[in-house]
């Protein structure tokens, strides 16, 4: 449906966009992931036509978005960061303009409208003025914005910035409804939000994909090896000899031990598991084994492997995290635009 | 044609939950309606002044005070109130779409940039006008009392004038909106604008060089003086509608040129 090929962006000497190409498939939703000033929101930009490119190509549902940007804009729903609001209007008022600029049949309208205020919950409020509305519904008002047409790719840039946690469960959720009959475009710095909604993420950085995977996939791919964390009654010691001479394992990290209650962390190679091999080794050894599971890196550590320098610790810490963060931000300041 | 009329009809009702576009309407009636009372009253002791002298000197008056109405009028209301006053309702048309995040939505919608500033263009003039037909009724309450009568054609010829040049500025006032973000700054570019076009206009009225001839042609407020006299010059309309035409273009041109620009 979306098929982006070595897409270029600059702006001056900087390259706000270099080289970016992914695809996405009907009915997909494909997270765009990067800490701010990535270049999310202007490759967004360029799909829905309102920039143009410097170099590379972008299609949607085959039509090129620089050669037919009428074709493409008919069959785009956009929601910008902030939501494109005219906040004098009432909400029925509103989005019954906004389909007619989309060109919605005249006779069509009064449906769509009606369709689009009940997916975004906004029927009770739909004589209200938008002026009058709390941010929340004036997010789910710049949704129903891009959805009243029923176009067949939805460009949501930031959808839930801002929002209050019950409003971004409400917006995740309208999202997730969404898929399947349109093809969603989301971008975000949030990581929990690809994780719930998205089917697939590209993580951008500085205007280069650092990776592009599944939301599944991306974690076991990315995270080097296989991780179990286990809890054991016994010595301490003894237990990190006879675990370490399981083949495959990498390393036993004992994270704390206290009354012979000892809780571990062993790492090994990559693609292999040996939670059963462990298992049974601590059990013949003679030790209670209390818990044992799998560890699960979190699209937050991954993200921070992928945009930092300094990835060489694999797991990042609560500190680590906060250096990350003001690295990210630096990131930014970096490629902003002069 | 749909997404003109749906440009136009958003743009013409924002005007009128605008509280800006009430305060222009309020003030423009305030002012025509003191003006148009301080004129009459003036050419009526004018006249009641000569009639005197005629009768003193025993030659017939030779005044018509309701030519004179109509054409003071027009001219004062053309050259003084409108440049002073459709600035600030010119000001937001682009300006405000740009800050609030709108063009970004009507500019990826399957609209052209032509049916944009043909939209917008139409509807602040259908404002303008709306906001000029009140005061037809100040002839209308003086039309039964007119001696000799009051000649309609000459209002409709003044009024069409009124019109064109409000044409003119509001096509000059869109385009300077679509330079900026900053409504004020719009407002106060397009004030300085008109205000230079009067000073203009008055610095050459009474000139003959060659400049000022040039100057004069090329002054939407000298074109005006001949509608206001009741005649409606063809080479005038002509220069009218040219000028709209280079204010509506200069805006595309921006529309599209900001496509490139943007950072």
């Known amino acids: ?338 | 044609m749909k997404g003109i009329l749906a440009i136009y009809r958003r743009e013409l009702s924002g005007y009128f939950v605008s509280p800006i576009a009430y305060t222009v309407i309020g003030f423009f009636l305030a002012a025509t309606g003191l003006v148009f009372y301080l004129i009459l009253s003036a050419y009526m002791e004018q006249s009641f002044r000569m009639q005197m002298q005629a009768r003193q000197m025993g030659m017939p008056p030779d005044i018509d005070v309701p030519m004179m109405v109509i054409r003071s009028f027009v001219g004062f209301s053309g050259t003084y109130l409108m440049p002073l006053l459709l600035p600030m309702m010119t000001m937001g048309v682009y300006a405000e779409e740009r800050k609030r995040g709108t063009m970004e939505m009507l500019m990826t919608s399957p609209l052209t940039e032509f049916q944009i500033v043909i939209g917008k263009f139409f509807a602040s003039l259908t404002f303008f006008a709306l906001m000029l037909a009140p005061t037809l009724i100040y002839y209308m309450l003086m039309s039964p009392y007119s001696e000799p009568a009051l000649p309609w054609r000459i209002v409709g010829a003044g009024y069409l004038g009124l019109l064109l040049l409000g044409a003119v500025l509001i096509a000059l006032g869109s385009f300077i909106s679509s330079l900026t973000e900053n409504q004020i700054v719009a407002g106060v570019v397009t004030f300085v604008v008109f205000l230079l076009l009067l000073f203009l206009d008055m610095t050459t009225r009474n000139s003959s060089s060659a400049m000022a001839e040039v100057f004069k042609y090329l002054s939407p407020l000298q074109h005006h003086e001949t509608f206001a006299q009741g005649v409606i010059d063809t080479s005038s309309v002509i220069f009218y509608i040219s000028t709209v035409s280079i204010g509506l273009f200069l805006t595309l041109r921006n529309l599209d040129s900001m496509r490139w620009r943007r950072a």
Do not use: W
Request: proline share 4%; aromatic share 4%; net charge negative.
């Open chain 1, 1 to 338: 449906m979306i098929e982006v090929e070595h897409l270029v962006k600059s702006y001056g000497q900087a390259r706000a966009v270099n080289d970016i190409s992914f695809k996405v498939e009907k009915g997909e939703i494909l997270g765009f992931l990067g800490p701010n000033g990535a270049g999310k929101t202007t490759t967004m930009r360029i799909l829905t036509g309102y920039l143009p490119a410097t170099g590379g190509t972008a299609r949607i549902a085959g039509f090129d978005v620089f050669e037919q940007s009428m074709e493409v804009r008919k069959r785009i729903g956009y929601l910008p960061e902030t939501p494109p609001l005219y906040t004098d209007m009432t909400v029925s008022a509103y989005l019954t303009f906004v389909a007619q600029i989309k060109g919605v049949p005249t006779a069509e309208i009064p449906n769509r409208v009606a369709e689009a205020m009940r997916m975004a919950t906004l029927a009770e409020r739909k004589d209200e003025l938008i002026k009058r509305l709390s941010r929340g519904f004036k997010q789910r008002v710049g949704i129903a914005q891009a959805i009243v047409h029923n176009p067949d790719v939805i460009i949501l840039d930031e959808p839930t910035v801002g929002l209050d946690p019950n409003q971004i469960k409400e917006v995740r959720s309208l999202i997730k409804n969404l898929a399947g009959q349109h093809t969603i475009i989301l971008s975000t710095h949030i990581l929990p939000e690809v994780e719930m909604t998205c089917d697939r993420v590209v993580i951008i950085n500085k205007g280069r994909i650092v990776a592009a995977h599944t939301t599944q996939n991306l974690t076991t791919q990315l995270k080097g090896g296989e991780r179990v964390r286990i809890q054991v009654k016994g010595a301490a010691e003894s237990l990190r000899a006879s675990i370490a001479s399981i083949e495959g394992v990498k390393s036993v990290e004992i994270e704390s031990s206290a009354d012979s209650l000892v809780t571990a962390e062993i790492e090994s190679e990559r693609g292999a598991d040996l939670r059963a091999q462990i298992a049974s080794r601590i059990v013949n050894k003679g030790f209670d084994l209390l818990e044992m599971r799998a560890v699960n890196l979190s699209l937050e550590d991954i993200f921070m492997q992928l945009t930092t320098e300094e990835h060489a610790e694999g797991r990042v810490e609560a500190k680590g995290a906060a250096k990350a963060e003001e690295k990210a931000e630096e990131a930014v300041a970096e490629t902003a635009a002069p």
